[in-house]
């Protein structure tokens, strides 16, 4: 998409992030009797400390129009990710900015960065009911099922793992 880049967040980002997060995961039905997610999920400082932040900022306006935090094997965000492997979490798109490839270009950056450190795939977790459009872009971008991965942090959330190999070499 134009007019979008994706960078490292910075401190500055981190308000805007904790609210389209939570925004997002809202909109999407996640947060229905969840069990403190919410506060997790708004907690950017924490996770800007184990991993990286990413945001996509339109380049027109500044605004923060998505985030989602990249992590490797074995921090604390890590929940799936074995040695090799990277992984990425709380994909999130502001309501009012999804439909403009925010997170198919989050998504990308999070594999680009992970193939230039050497990781030998990527790995995340979906919710089991998540939008068909979310799964879409997963797949597009060549994430497959891998039901090894799969798992529940509480009753009734249920996680598919994913996983993309990357080349080697």
């Known amino acids: 998409m134009s007019g979008l880049l994706v960078r490292r967040a910075d401190p500055g980002d981190f308000p805007a992030v904790a609210q389209l997060t939570v925004a997002a995961y809202e909109a999407d039905g996640q947060l229905k009797g969840e069990h403190g997610y919410g506060a997790v999920l708004a907690d950017v400082s924490t996770r800007a400390t184990s991993g990286e932040v990413l945001v996509a900022v339109d380049e027109a306006t500044g605004a923060v129009l998505g985030s989602v935090t ?77 039901p090894e991965k799969d798992w529940a942090p509480a009753p009734g959330v249920d996680l598919l793992g994913l996983r993309l190999e990357l080349p080697r070499g």
């Open 70 to 146: 990249f992590v490797l094997s074995g921090t604390p965000f890590a929940e799936l990710s074995g040695p090799g492997e990277a992984e990425f979490r709380m994909l999130a798109v502001d309501p009012a900015a999804q439909g403009r490839g925010v997170g198919a270009a989050l998504a990308q950056a999070c594999v680009d960065h992970a193939a230039e450190l050497g990781c030998a795939a990527v790995v995340i977790c979906v919710r089991a009911g998540m939008a068909v459009s979310a799964h879409r872009l997963y797949e597009r971008l060549g994430f497959v099922r891998c």
